[in-house]
């Protein structure tokens, strides 16, 4: 099998492919061929050594990828609901990057019907996401308006879709205008691009009474006015801290810019949070890959929403597995939208 192998953290020429023997499952896993690899943001944070979940469980060398669509080539003796042939879906805490690998079974799902290997590839991070932040933590309800940062990407088009199928009022954010439509083709019930003024200000606009729920991975560039635009009683969701890495380049941090950002990040007050009736949640899927109960209860849900036509892949751009590192340079540049797919075959 080929596998994607960081040795080293850094820039781009740190992804390298290797070939490796195929593994063998475990009595509780099964042996995936694998079809496609959803890529994620997180997959270059990891890459660029800062990805704190990632040194806890891997260390170095590591593969990345949290997530593929593949063929069941063998199954462990203790495995049952599987079978060698099926055509599923699967989560991974790290090692998606593989051509061939071995996944608890209770990390693999049957993929929706009529999806493409791609699209069934990029479904599962960005959808667990965004259905944790919004019904999990933030127990998003009907009638509520939703601020979405970044709604043209990955989580942000599964936010701004599951959004809409709970009945919210969802409000977008994109980085330019050129976002915009694919936004609103997800969901948004509104939208606004950064590039074109004082967002913040259109924002309120249109929530003038502020916003239930504010959905925040960008960090210290727009988690403040985030916070500034809730309504009372109102939720500020944090799940990631995108801004305070460089925006193309090439691939390596910014020592003194990321400490400066972490310096200017903004610190929430308990006294004010109890007096305007705001709460401040979080998240980092990569450490609740444990909660089973959690991950299948969610996964069933999706699925029924996804059977349903209530959610669709987003749009999808497929790199070939040998263009990893084109992948990763494209998602950097923060102009991409929806999901980016590795394709093996
Ligand atoms: N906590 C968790 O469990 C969890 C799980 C999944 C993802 N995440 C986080 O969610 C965010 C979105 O992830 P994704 O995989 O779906 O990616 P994505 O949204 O498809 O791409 C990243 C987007 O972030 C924005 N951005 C802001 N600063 C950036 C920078 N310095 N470089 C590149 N992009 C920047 C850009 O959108 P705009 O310019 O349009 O805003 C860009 O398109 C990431 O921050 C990721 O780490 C967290």
């Known amino acids: 099998m080929r596998a994607v192998v960081i040795h080293r953290p850094g820039d781009y020429s740190k992804l390298t492919i290797e070939t490796r023997p195929d593994p063998r499952p475990e009595p509780h896993e099964v042996l995936l061929r694998t079809r496609a690899c959803g890529v994620n943001y997180a997959d270059c944070i990891v890459r660029m050594g800062l990805y704190s979940s990632a040194r806890e469980y891997v260390g170095w060398p590591i ?5 593929v669509s593949a ?22 805490r790290f090692g998606g990057y593989a051509t061939r ?19 069934s590839a990029g479904f599962p991070a960005v959808f667990l996401t965004a259905y944790y932040a919004l019904r999990e933590l933030a127990n998003a309800r009907e009638g509520e308006a939703i601020l979405v940062h970044s709604c043209a990407g990955g989580v942000g088009t599964a936010l701004a879709q599951l959004g809409r199928a709970f009945g919210c009022t969802v409000v977008g954010v994109v980085g330019n205008r050129a976002k915009i439509p694919v936004a609103y083709a997800n969901g948004a019930h509104h939208v606004i691009a950064r590039d074109e003024g004082d967002w913040a200000s259109r924002a309120r606009a249109i929530a003038p009474k502020g916003y239930a729920i504010a959905l925040d991975a960008n960090g ?6 985030s916070y500034d635009l809730l309504a009372a009683p109102g939720r500020l969701v944090v799940y990631g801290f995108a801004t305070m890495l460089p925006r193309g380049g090439d691939g390596r941090p910014r020592w003194g810019k990321l400490a ?7 610190r929430f007050n308990p006294l004010d949070l109890t007096t305007r009736n705001r709460s401040v949640l979080a998240l980092n899927l ?26 669709r892949p987003p749009p999808v751009r497929e790199f ?15 102009t991409t939208v929806g999901k980016l797919v590795l394709r093996v075959r």
């Open 101 to 119: 690998l071995c996944v608890d079974a209770a990390q693999v799902f049957k993929p929706a019907a009529g999806w493409s290997d791609a699209e």
């Open 286 to 311: 990569s450490y609740m890959f444990d909660e089973r109960a959690l991950l299948e209860r969610s996964m069933r849900a999706l699925m029924a929403l996804a059977a349903a036509g209530s959610v």
């Open 63 to 67: 593969t990345p990828g949290f997530e």
């Open 320 to 334: 070939a597995f040998d263009d990893v590192r084109d992948a990763h340079r494209a998602i950097e540049s923060g």
């Open 260 to 266: 400066m950002d972490w310096l200017r990040t903004p």
């Open 71 to 92: 063929t069941v080539e063998a199954v462990g003796s203790a495995v049952r609901g599987h079978a060698v042939g099926d055509e599923v879906v699967a989560v991974t």
């Open 220 to 225: 210290v560039d727009t988690l403040r006015s």
